[in-house]
């Protein structure tokens, strides 16, 4: 039975040598979960006409910057903002930087000097809010959440130096409140290391007296209750701010950015 790898070494013999992988396919490539497998996605310059199953050929008057395999994360996480929602791009684009996947640098020289590409317009709206202290796409959806409710901004991935002297490193730290959010997925589950790690970590946090909310995979499924959950974790350590705020800037999370940077050029 072929593997998804196989589809796209097959796709690879049947197209032009020249064509690379792009957008979702190429994040693919690079271990990002992200969109389907299926279309795959390929770009190649010049005006080429082929049909073949499961495989979208992108046309383009410019080649983005590649390699032997694909183009390069920065080109592949434009060609991704030209289709995404706003929420969607943060989580990607704040792990990749995470993860160091994404030169700055490089994203920048696309964005300057090849404005007219496809996405680049989406890419630059979103860039404020991508925040390279996440270490994977769900923290930084989780991070988004809390951000664009309204609440405290947390810090995050910061080492905090318990009572006992125990040092941890929470998800999410709320310094002012002494209130932490661990984000907790299938790995926390499934990796036995990781596994007893969660259950030392907890146990540091009781045995000195810190309130903490554990935020699951199937929680984060319905936003709204992920953040109230935080929201009242914080209230019971004397936040005495606004409550979540779910219009205005909430809502910007859900729409593509190709939307909302037509209605921002046309504000």
């Keep these: 039975m072929m593997t998804w790898d196989d589809h796209v070494r097959a796709a690879q013999l049947a197209l032009p040598g020249a064509a690379r992988t792009t957008g979702v396919t190429r994040l693919r490539q690079l271990g990002f979960d992200v969109g389907t497998p299926f279309p795959l996605h390929f770009v190649v310059e010049g005006d080429l006409h082929l049909r073949l199953d499961d495989v979208f050929l992108h046309r383009t008057v410019k080649m ?46 696309i964005l300057t000097d090849e404005r007219w590409r496809h996405g680049a317009a989406e890419t630059s709206y979103v860039l404020p809010f991508l925040d ?81 909310e554990l935020v699951t995979k199937e929680l984060m499924r319905s936003p709204k209750t992920t953040v109230r959950r935080v929201h009242a974790g914080l209230v019971a350590r004397g936040y005495e701010g606004a409550e979540p705020d779910f219009d205005g800037a909430w809502l910007t999370l859900f729409m593509r950015l190709v939307d909302l940077v037509r209605r921002l050029r046309a504000a």
């Design 64 to 109: 983005p910057p590649h390699d032997d395999d694909g183009v390069t994360p920065e080109a592949a996480f434009v060609a991704f903002c030209a289709q995404g929602r706003l929420l969607d791009a943060i989580k990607l684009g704040s792990a990749l930087l995470g993860k160091e996947k994404l030169d700055g640098h490089l994203l920048e020289t």
């Design 132 to 212: 390279d202290r996440c270490r994977s796409m769900p923290e930084a959806e989780l991070l988004a959440y809390v951000v664009f409710a309204g609440l405290p901004i947390p810090e995050v991935n910061e080492t905090v130096i318990l009572a006992d002297g125990t040092e941890l490193a929470p998800d999410e730290w709320f310094e002012d409140y002494e209130f932490a959010v661990e984000y907790e997925g299938s790995q926390h589950q499934e990796d036995r290391g990781q596994y007893t790690a969660d259950i030392d970590r907890y146990a540091a946090y009781r045995r000195n007296h810190v309130d903490y």
